[in-house]
T-cell receptor, first 117, second 114 residues
Framework: NAGVTQTPKFQVLKTGQSMTLQCAQD?????MYWYRQDPGMGLRLIYY???????DKGEVPNGYNVSRLNKREFSLRLESAAPSQTSVYFC????????????????FGEGSRLTVL | GEDVEQSLFLSVREGDSSVINCTYT??????LYWYKQEPGAGLQLLTY?????DMKQDQRLTVLLNKKDKHLSLRIADTQTGDSAIYFC??????????????FGTGTKLQVIP
């Protein structure tokens, strides 16, 4: 059982280039999330998808787009990368509805480390 | 405010107890979590507590919840070098429409000195 799989694990981009981070989960979870992690700032939500076919903005959506391709896959796209988007990106999923015995646990991928020069 | 607050760094000696503190924002939060992040990895759930509980113990871990002060703490007894990691507290708030808003703290880096 792979859980949440993200690709690529590392990427270096030049300012203005575009790229897509891929995420897939095999736990049949309805909800999927993209976070970014920066030193001293914790995790900040970029976009989320409460269920297949829906996506919504989180705290820091500017400069990003997402696609919920199907129940398993949720991709994050940077159309024109900027140095401020240098970060570690995490995809996560959780089962919903959130009621016992479901603890509401978020399951995370291993992260994608992006550097924009 | 909107921020879940944690101190950024904690250093303890192997065998001592570690206490990591967190102040959360919303008294309506129903679930509070501690996640652990080891170097180069994603976050993994360590433990959680329901808002109607004051304390939860799980082997070396003790979670204390003070709802009046919106204060959450994680105590690790007999801290080992393998406990070195970043620890995040998180709160979950249920909003209308079924959406669950999860807010993470900044993370506390625990360094265990042999």
């Amino acid at each position: 059982n792979a859980g949440v799989t993200q690709t690529p694990k590392f990427q270096v981009l030049k300012t203005g280039q575009s790229m897509t981070l891929q995420c897939a989960q095999d736990m049949n979870h309805n909800s999927m999330y993209w976070y970014r992690q920066d030193p001293g700032m914790g995790l900040r939500l970029i976009y989320y998808s409460a269920s297949e076919g829906t996506t919504d903005k989180g705290e820091v959506p500017n400069g990003y787009n997402v696609s919920r391709l199907n129940k398993r896959e949720f991709s994050l796209r940077l159309e024109s990368a900027a140095p401020s988007q240098t970060s570690v990106y995490f995809c996560a999923s959780r089962a919903t509805p959130h009621s016992p015995p479901n603890t509401g646990e978020l399951f995370f991928g291993e992260g994608s480390r992006l550097t924009v020069l | 405010g909107e921020d879940v607050e944690q101190s950024l760094f904690l250093s303890v000696r192997e065998g001592d107890s570690s206490v990591i503190n967190c102040t959360y924002t919303d008294s309506s939060s129903t679930y509070l979590y501690w996640y652990k992040q080891e170097p180069g990895a994603g976050l993994q759930l360590l433990t959680y507590i329901f808002s109607n509980m004051d304390m939860k113990q799980d082997q070396r871990l003790t979670v204390l919840l003070n709802k009046k002060d919106k204060h959450l703490s994680l105590r690790i007894a007999d801290t080992q070098t393998g406990d070195s990691a970043i620890y995040f507290c998180a709160e979950t708030l249920f909003l209308s429409g079924g959406y669950q808003k999860v807010t993470f703290g900044t993370g506390t880096k625990l360094q265990v000195i042999p």
